[in-house]
Nanobody, 120 residues
């Protein structure tokens, strides 16, 4: 089993930055893809970013490209999401997820999420 715990959310003004962290425990994430997703009130959960085990491959939603950066520190079993130039529409609960298949398509472990609020 893998447990994921997010942190780093909070309230920020539009144009500001936040860095989210996702710490994994239970087992090492060798070969796992890690992703970030978000869900705003009344909306479906949407993909934000993903990163391969090596960190050599990343994918981003078009809405965050150029503003968000996903990274990981495998020695610490931690994944990060650096969010810059935040917009009010970025406000949501951000959750990290782990994909044991390594395909970026089948996330089977999820964290509880951390709230990000962006004031205009």
């Amino acid at each position: 089993q893998v447990q994921l715990v997010e942190s780093g959310g909070g309230l920020v003004q539009a144009g500001g930055s936040l860095r989210l962290s996702c710490a994994a425990s239970g087992r090492t994430l060798i070969g796992y893809v890690m992703g970030w997703f978000r869900q705003a009130p009344g909306k479906e959960r949407e993909f934000v970013a993903a990163i391969s085990w090596s960190g050599g491959t990343t994918h981003y939603a078009d809405s965050v490209k150029g503003r968000f950066t996903i990274s990981r520190d495998n020695a610490k079993n931690t994944v990060y999401l650096q969010m810059n130039s935040l917009k009010p529409e970025d406000a949501a609960v951000y959750s990290c997820a782990a994909d044991s298949s390594g395909t970026m398509k089948h996330y089977n472990y999820w964290g509880q999420g951390t709230q990000v609020t962006v004031s205009s």
